[in-house]
């Protein structure tokens, strides 16, 4: 058994929706949306790991509250300012992974 009755702690909850700062609920209303997002449609900040928001089907950019990094609202990748952003779907990723492997394996032509 838990004491339910703490002594000069016990908030009714009437009292407590005004105690709540905005910020707080707030907050709440992330981590909300957080968990109702399917786990693969999260954004999750690269820099810092805050989720962000829920993957939607249009490419936007969203920003990260705590560090402001720039992040797809569609594939949920880092938006870059300067080279522009082009939604990658996860196997062109991985495709993509290849490619760059590809490379340290071509030969320089002049060594031909
Ligand atoms: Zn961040
Ligand atoms: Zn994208």
Redesign the pocket.
Known sequence: MYPVDVDGFLVRPSQHATVIPKTMAKAFRDKEKEYKAPPDDRIY?R??S?FIAAKIDAAGRVK?N????QHCSKCGDKWFEMRGHVCRSRDEQDAFKGLEQGKDYQICPSQR
Request: hydrophobic share 10%; net charge neutral.
């Open positions: 900040c820099a810092c805050t990260c705590k560090c402001e990094c």
